[in-house]
């Protein structure tokens, strides 16, 4: 099992960036694929970047692509998400999780953070 913290949001005005880390405990991290989604108030959750286990395989949902950067290190045990250029309409609560399946994408995840709020002024 492998428990997630994130960090690293808070509030910044339209245009500007954010980095939001996700810290693993666990000696397996770079077993994981991980990944970055995303809730907004009244919305479903939706998916934002993942990355494979190595870091060599990457996907953005078309809405950040440009803007953010999702990257790990498996020495530390930490996924990022460096977020730029940011739109009001990025203000979310925003989740790591965690999966044991090798594929990026249409796989459910098996672990999840408790969420870092990021709040985007105009």
């Known amino acids: 099992q492998v428990q997630l913290v994130e960090s690293g949001g808070g509030v910044v005005q339209a245009g500007g960036s954010l980095r939001l880390s996700c810290a693993a405990s666990?000696?397996?991290?770079?077993?994981?694929?991980m990944g970055w989604f995303r809730q907004a108030p009244g919305k479903e959750r939706e998916f934002v970047a993942a990355i494979s286990r190595s870091g060599g395989s990457i996907y953005y949902v078309d809405s950040v692509k440009g803007r953010f950067t999702i990257s790990r290190d498996n020495a530390k045990n930490t996924v990022y998400l460096q977020m730029n250029s940011l739109k009001p309409e990025d203000t979310a609560v925003y989740y790591c999780?965690?999966?044991?399946?090798?594929?990026?994408?249409?796989?459910?995840?098996?672990?999840w953070g408790q969420g870092t709020q990021v709040t985007v002024s105009s």
């Open positions: 999780a965690a999966k044991t399946a090798v594929v990026l994408l249409r796989t459910p995840y098996d672990y």
């Open positions: 666990g000696r397996t991290f770079s077993s994981y694929v």
